[in-house]
């Protein structure tokens, strides 16, 4: 029996419940059991490509297979694609297909071949003299304003070298944010993995900019960067868009450095803070490049496109590799895409970069031997950079902040079947306690739920909690009626108890909770408040969780 069935679950908090699972076979009874049910699309390749990494990280494979002669049922689908990305020769392909298909039959593999001989077949049938005639498009164009057409860098820039990841990594009161550790620790996965499939060893370089910052550059070495590049200036104490986002350029572009033998890094990724958004939008613009933001997870493989603007000629396919795979759901939250940077003809989109949503990955245990090189980056910086200055700052007191409360209560689409009912019994167990305060999940923020007019002013998108809401992490949590996906937990998992109430006992809340209520909130979380009323927190949880 598997553990998660992903049929009772949301394409959002599926992703990363998949990505957490490291049983290919239970994987595969995942993928059987959404085949005979809902058969849904991008969960199967959630699943799929989780098998295929599994297998591919095991020893050994297929590098010393005859693809002629090879027993197909042996092979792991990942050890048939790594096979047959090395055949040219579009009758053994369709050999391997029949094989396929006689006998294991699975679509995964078939899928690998098919693409492959639809490679192979394509670029020789086409031919470079069907490709059609690369105009620039100021010269296509000539009536037309082209704003970017004195920009240095821009349409044009193809073939150029691209190598190692760079991280950026914020600070926050003297301190790196734990979301620069935890991409850190990934990157160093991600690049250590990439050396065993490519061959190529390429550095995680991480960028830390601020005031009196080279021992956090120190510690980022600690957590997984080879090479750490720091600027100091008092006046960067604080995040400032222009010359943060002018800094980060520069180094990982314009540096002069012995070790940068290359045009721009391969990869770049950023926290998905409020600062960290703001700067990767800024640094991908200034570098020409695309960016995928709030992320739920990077991985990098190969990526068959088929698209002509990308491969240059109808009708064809090509196959790129060492793509980074960023995977993030939709404003919705209920469904997930993976977003690719692929270059096109005539045009490199490089870095390909992402930002990642805090949580997302594990934080990883510093390792203060670790070997590596600290870099002091020396610039200039003009004074028309610091045109705006900060004198003073406060925490304003307008709208609603649930920072600082000992207790939040958070309401999420368990109380979908009676809206009204469930903000008042919400707000009658904020009130039981001493100082607590109502919080949302964003499903009730966008829900089409309709409230009766005395609770409607607790419906506001100032209450949600996650990660596009307020992040909180007060001594008790209770969590009534919320199913614990991803974008909600980075804005609750540091707090000190949790509790949850859910009628789901699979919830991935159940996971990250102290106490777990397997029951009807609008039963359960009347009994919590007269529990309260009564005799406190403690005891409360004590008689509603003997039942």
């Known amino acids: 029996m598997v553990e998660i069935d992903p049929t009772d679950r949301e394409i959002a908090e599926l992703g990363p419940a998949i990505n957490g699972i490291d049983d290919a076979d239970e994987l595969a009874e995942m993928l059987e059991l959404e085949r005979e049910g809902p058969d849904r699309d991008p969960v199967k390749t959630l699943i799929e490509s989780r098998i295929e990494t599994l297998e591919a990280d095991e020893e050994g494979g297929a590098e010393a ?65 069907d490709a059609p005639e690369y105009v620039p498009p100021e010269e296509k164009h000539p009536d037309l304003d082209h704003p970017t057409a004195d920009k240095t860098y821009v349409e044009g820039v193809s073939g150029e070298t691209y190598r190692d990841m760079w991280v950026y990594c914020e600070t926050q009161r003297g301190e790196l944010v734990d979301a620069s550790k935890e991409i850190l620790g990934k990157a160093r996965e991600l690049m250590d993995g990439y050396e065993d499939r490519y061959g190529d060893e390429e550095d995680v370089i991480a960028v830390v900019i601020g005031d009196d910052v080279a021992d956090l550059a120190e510690e980022a070495i600690a957590y997984g960067a080879d090479r750490a590049v720091y600027h100091e200036d008092e006046r960067l104490d604080r995040f400032r868009h222009k010359p943060y986002a002018e800094l980060f350029v520069h180094m990982c572009r314009d540096f002069e450095a012995d070790w940068r033998d290359y045009y721009e890094p391969r990869y770049t990724v950023f926290p998905a803070t409020h600062n960290g958004r703001d700067l990767s939008a800024l640094v991908q613009a200034e570098l020409d490049s695309g960016l995928a933001s709030d992320c739920s997870d990077l991985y990098i493989e190969e990526a068959m496109i088929s698209n002509p603007a990308k491969t240059g000629k109808p009708g064809d396919s090509e196959e790129f590799e060492r793509v980074l795979h960023m995977p993030r759901p939709d404003f919705s939250g209920f469904e997930y895409s993976t977003i690719l940077c692929i270059d096109k003809p005539h045009r490199d989109f490089h870095p390909q970069g992402a930002s990642v949503i805090p949580g997302a990955f594990d934080l990883p245990d510093p390792n203060s031997e670790r070997a590596g090189e600290v870099v002091e980056h020396d610039l200039d910086l003009p004074d028309d950079w610091f045109q705006v200055d900060v004198v003073e700052h406060d925490r304003l007191e307008a709208g609603v902040d649930l920072t600082g409360h000992d207790v939040i209560v958070a309401l999420g689409r368990g109380i979908g079947d009676d809206p009204t009912t469930g903000i008042e019994l919400g707000v009658e167990l904020v009130n039981a306690f001493d100082d607590a305060a109502l919080g949302l999940s964003r499903g009730v923020i966008t829900a089409s739920y309709e409230f009766a007019g005395h609770v409607e002013d607790y419906v506001s998108e100032e209450r949600q909690i996650g990660e596009s809401g307020q992040v909180v992490e007060p001594p008790v949590y209770v969590a009534a009626g919320i199913s614990g996906a991803v974008q909600h937990k980075v804005g609750m998992d540091e707090s000190d108890t949790i509790i949850a109430i859910n009628e789901d006992p699979d919830a991935d809340i159940r996971e990250f909770s102290d106490y777990f209520i397997e029951g009807d909130l609008f039963e359960v979380v009347p009994r919590l408040t007269a529990a309260v009323e009564e005799g406190g927190a403690v005891a409360a949880m004590e008689g509603v969780a003997d039942d």
């Open 65 to 129: 297979v005859d693809p002629a002669d090879v027993d197909l049922a042996e092979l792991s689908i990942a050890e048939v694609a790594n096979m047959v990305r090395g055949v040219d020769d579009p009758d053994l392909l369709r050999d391997l297909l029949d094989r396929e298909r006689d006998g294991e039959d699975r679509d995964g593999a078939i899928g690998r071949i098919e693409s492959r001989i639809e490679a192979v077949e394509g670029t020789d049938q086409e031919g470079e003299e």
